[in-house]
């Protein structure tokens, strides 16, 4: 795994904005695999300036984001569908028929995992897939276990991501249980990986990300196996 090793936050976003910006010069119809959470929005900002100043064009680019709240409707401002219209699609001038979230509106899960997955496929599989890492150390909604999913799945999320999230909520009641998150074998398949990390909260997982050792109790390890990952990493996380 390579590291870069940044000073802040600020640059942890900047590093990011650049390489995702690099992708898409490169391959301008390539397919980006998107988070959500508070550690992109800085490499969102900074891509959407790009995007204004003409320096990166969205025009041909698919996305597929890695995770939904279920069931959660999408007019519902903590669902992650709001999330990424209100942080980025509104703002740049990418093909609405190219975004693909994980619908938390569906009546049937499972169809809608399916589904999902067969989409990345079709599309050509993803070319940069950026993530993000929870405290606990999971991936989209990957969440420790004693087993991970492979595909694209509906989960139940663990009392740590709950308190974790319920910031973002009126109270931790409001926080759905569950959610569809692409399956860490769909991750893997991404053929380059960058993940981002701030603040010592994150210092723990990122420890053992790094430790070389893979379990399933810290599903970020699974990074371990995949040949092109980069990890994009502040001080604090790195502490
Ligand atoms: C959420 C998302 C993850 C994200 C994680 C960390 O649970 N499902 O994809 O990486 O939280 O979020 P933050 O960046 O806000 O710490």
């Not at 079709?122 to 990957?142: E, M, R, S, T």
């Amino acid at each position: 795994m390579r590291i870069i090793r940044c000073k802040n936050y600020d640059e942890v976003s900047e590093v990011a904005a650049r390489i995702v910006a690099a992708q898409v010069t490169m391959k301008p119809d390539c397919v980006l695999g998107l988070p959500t959470g508070s550690t992109p929005l800085g490499m969102y900002s900074r891509l959407i300036q790009k995007n204004k100043e003409n320096k990166i064009d969205f025009s041909n680019v698919t996305t597929f984001n890695l995770d939904e709240y279920f069931p959660i409707s999408r007019s519902n401002n903590q669902s992650y569908y709001y999330f990424m219209f209100e942080n980025f699609f509104n703002h740049i001038n990418i093909n609405k028929e190219n975004i693909h979230i994980p619908n938390g509106e569906t009546t049937d899960p499972e169809a809608e995992c399916a589904s999902y997955e067969a989409a990345i496929e079709a599309a050509g599989g993803i070319d940069l897939q950026v993530l993000g890492i929870g405290q606990n150390g999971h991936i989209g909604f990957n969440e420790p276990g004693d087993f991970l999913e492979s595909t694209t799945h509906i989960t139940t999320l663990t009392q740590s991501t709950i308190a974790a999230n319920s910031r973002f909520f009126e109270s931790i009641d409001d926080v759905p249980k569950k959610a569809l998150t692409s399956g860490m074998g769909t991750i893997l398949k991404s053929k380059k990986i960058i993940i981002l990390a701030s603040g010592k909260a994150k210092s723990e997982a990122v420890k053992s990300l790094l430790s070389g050792k893979i379990t399933t109790q810290n599903p970020s390890t699974m990074l371990n196996l995949h040949k092109d990952v980069t990890l994009i990493a502040d001080e604090d996380a790195l502490l």
